[in-house]
C-alpha cells in the first residue's frame, strides 16, 4: 500500500527535525524518509525544538555509534517534557540499524520513543505513526516481503534542488559476505539489488533538476545484479555504462566496494567511462592474511594488491581509500606491521582506521579479545600517522597542477565557491556563483589543512560558455573559511 497523501493544503506543515548517523546510506534513507513524509504534511526543519517529530536515524556498526542515541534519548527526553508544557506533543521516533537490532528493547531503555522502525521498513512510517497515535507505540522491524522502493515517493523538484548537485542513489542493499566483525548482514539483511530501469529513472529525474553528479551506494556495491531491461543480471560496470549516458550527468562514484567482487566489467567501466571518477573506496581492513581470514574477509593481502594494479593498468592517474580495523581478536604485532606495510606499499589518497568493536551477534564478539586498549589506541595512532602523511603527500602533490573542479556551493568567505576534485578533495577558488554545477579546471596554488586553493584557469570554449564577470579578479590568495 502507498502511503496516503493525507495533506491538507489549509493546514500549516507539521515540522520533522531528522538527525541522521553513520553512513550514506542512513544520509540516503534520511532524505528518503522526508520524502515519504512530505505526503503527511510534514516540512523538516533544522532545530529539535520546534519539531513535531523527531527521527533519529540510527547506526549500529561500532558500540560507540551505538551509544549515542542513548544519549541523545535522553536530551530528546527534555525536548519533549519542554514540548508537552507549551500544549505540544512530540513524536520520537527511532529508525536505522540500532531500531533493526535492539527493537522493543529501546523502548524499554528509552520510554520517550514513540515508534522503533527498521531500515527496511521505514516506508510505513505514516502507518506507524498513526499506529503510535492509537495505540501509545508502534515498532515494526521485521524484513517486509515488498521492496521497499517500490513505495517510497520519489524526491521533490523541490527537494531535489534544495540538496544540491551531487546525490546518493542506492542500488543495492544488505550483504551476504558475514565477515565476522560485522552487524550489516543481520540489521540489513541479505543483498538485494534494484532493477536497472528504476534506477535510471532517480538518476534521469535527479539530472532533470541539476544533480551533476551521483554516487551509487551499497553495503557492497559492487555485489549489484539487478536485472536488466534485456531481462539479465547487469553487473555495477555495465549500469555505470547506462548512467553515464544520462544527459547532465558528469561525475559517477560508487561506494562501497568489496575486493572480492571487482569483475572484469567495473574495470572496463574505468578504462571506458570519462564520467566514471578516478577515487576507488577499496576496504582492506587488515594488511594480514591470518586476519583477513579470521574476519572471513575471504581474500588475501596478495589477492587485494593484485585488484589494486587491475584498476591502475586501465587508469594510471586512479586513487584509492580504504577502511581498517586495528585490534581484531588474535592480531598480533607482526599482523599489525603487515597493515602498515600494505599501507605503505599502496599508498592511499585518505583512508578510514577503527579499534575494533565487538558487536552482539557477531562471530568475531564470541571470539576471546586479546589485543589490550593501551596496544589499540597505539595501533590505531601509528596507522592513522602513516595514513594521514600519504593524504598530506597525496594532496601536496595537486599544487601546481590544474585540475578539474564540479563546483557545488558558496564558501564561507564572500565571492568564495568551493567544489570537489575527482579525488573529493575541496577546492576554493574567487569566482561567481554561476559556475555551480560546473566542472571547471582550477590551477593549484596551495593546501589549507585539507582543502587546495587556487585560481579558475578556463580558455577557450570553457571561458566563452561561462557568464561575464564569472571568475573573480584575483583569486589567488584566499582562505577557505570552511
Ligand atoms: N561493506 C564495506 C566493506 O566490506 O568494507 C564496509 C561496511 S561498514 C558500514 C564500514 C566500516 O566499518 C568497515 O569497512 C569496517 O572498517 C568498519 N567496521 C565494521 N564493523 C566494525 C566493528 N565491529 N568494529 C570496528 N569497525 C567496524
Ligand atoms: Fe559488513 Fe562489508 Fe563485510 Fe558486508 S562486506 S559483512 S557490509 S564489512
Redo the contacts with the bound molecule.
Keep these: 500500500m502507498r502511503p496516503s497523501n493525507s495533506q491538507d493544503p489549509m493546514t500549516p506543515p507539521r515540522k520533522l527535525h531528522i538527525k541522521s548517523y553513520?553512513?550514506q546510506m542512513n544520509v540516503y534513507d534520511a532524505q528518503r524518509m522526508v520524502d515519504t513524509l512530505a505526503g503527511e504534511g510534514f516540512a523538516e526543519t533544522a532545530t529539535v525544538d520546534d519539531a513535531d517529530l523527531v527521527i533519529l536515524n540510527t547506526c549500529h556498526?561500532?558500540e560507540k555509534a551505538a551509544e549515542k542515541v542513548y544519549s541523545e534519548l535522553g536530551r530528546l527526553r527534555l525536548a519533549k517534557d519542554e514540548a508537552a508544557r507549551s500544549g505540544r506533543q512530540m513524536r520520537i521516533a527511532v529508525a536505522g540499524c540500532v531500531a533493526q537490532a535492539e527493537g522493543a528493547e529501546i523502548i524499554r531503555r528509552a520510554p520517550v520513543v514513540d515508534v522503533v522502525v527498521g531500515p527496511q521498513s521505514y516506508h510505513h512510517l505514516p502507518q506507524l505513526l498513526a499506529r503510535a497515535n492509537a495505540e501509545g507505540r508502534a515498532i515494526e522491524t521485521e524484513f517486509p516481503v515488498e521492496d521497499k522502493f517500490a513505495f517510497l515517493p520519489p524526491p521533490g523538484r523541490e527537494a531535489i534542488r534544495a540538496r544540491g548537485i551531487s546525490a546518493f542513489v542506492t542500488v543495492q542493499e544488505g550483504?551476504d559476505?558475514f565477515?565476522t566483525?560485522?552487524?550489516?548482514p543481520y540489521t540489513r539483511g541479505a543483498e538485494v539489488s534494484r532493477p536497472v530501469s528504476r534506477i535510471v529513472d532517480d538518476v534521469a529525474r535527479l539530472a532533470d533538476n541539476g544533480v551533476r553528479e551521483i554516487t551509487l551506494i551499497g553495503?557492497?556495491v559492487n555485489a549489484y545484479h539487478g536485472e536488466g531491461p534485456d531481462g539479465r543480471a547487469w553487473s555495477l560496470g555495465h549500469l555505470l555504462h547506462r548512467l553515464a549516458e544520462i544527459p547532465g550527468i558528469v561525475r559517477l562514484r560508487y561506494a562501497?566496494?568489496?575486493p572480492c567482487d571487482v569483475d572484469d566489467s567495473l574495470i572496463a567501466a574505468h578504462r571506458d567511462l570519462p564520467a566514471l571518477m578516478p577515487f576507488v573506496h577499496l576496504?582492506v581492513?587488515s594488511g594480514s592474511d591470518r586476519i583477513l581470514e579470521a574476519m572471513n574477509r575471504r581474500h588475501t593481502a596478495g589477492d587485494y594488491l593484485r585488484t589494486i594494479d587491475r584498476f591502475r593498468a586501465v587508469r594510471q592517474d586512479i586513487a584509492f581509500s580504504s577502511?581498517?580495523?586495528v585490534g581484531f581478536p588474535g592480531e598480533r604485532a607482526e599482523d599489525f606491521a603487515a597493515t602498515l606495510a600494505l599501507v605503505t606499499q599502496i599508498g592511499y589518497a585518505a583512508a578510514?582506521?577503527?579499534?575494533?568493536?565487538?558487536?552482539p551477534g557477531?562471530p568475531?564478539a564470541e571470539m576471546q579479545e586479546t589485543v589490550s586498549a593501551a596496544d589499540m589506541d597505539e595501533r590505531l595512532a601509528r596507522l592513522q600517522e602513516l595514513i594521514d602523511s600519504q593524504q598530506s603527500a597525496f594532496n601536496k602533490a595537486a599544487i601546481g597542477t590544474t585540475v578539474d573542479v564540479l563546483f557545488e556551493r558558496p564558501g564561507r568567505n564572500p565571492g568564495q565557491i568551493v567544489g570537489r576534485t575527482a579525488y573529493l578533495q575541496p577546492a576554493h577558488v574567487m569566482a561567481r556563483p554561476e559556475i555551480m554545477g560546473r566542472v571547471l579546471p582550477v590551477r593549484i596554488d596551495s593546501l589549507e589543512r585539507y582543502s587546495l586553493l587556487g585560481e579558475l584557469a578556463v580558455s577557450g570554449a570553457n571561458r566563452a560558455s561561462l557568464p561575464a564577470g564569472a571568475i573573480a579578479p584575483s583569486a589567488s590568495r584566499l582562505v577557505t573559511g570552511a
Excluded: E, L, W
Excluded at 181 to 184: A, E, I, L, P
Excluded at 352 to 359: C, L, Q
Design positions: 553513520g553512513c556498526i561500532r550483504c559476505k565477515c566483525f560485522c552487524v550489516v553495503q557492497n562501497t566496494s568489496h576496504p581492513q577502511d581498517f580495523i578510514y582506521s577503527f579499534k575494533y568493536s565487538p558487536r557477531t568475531a
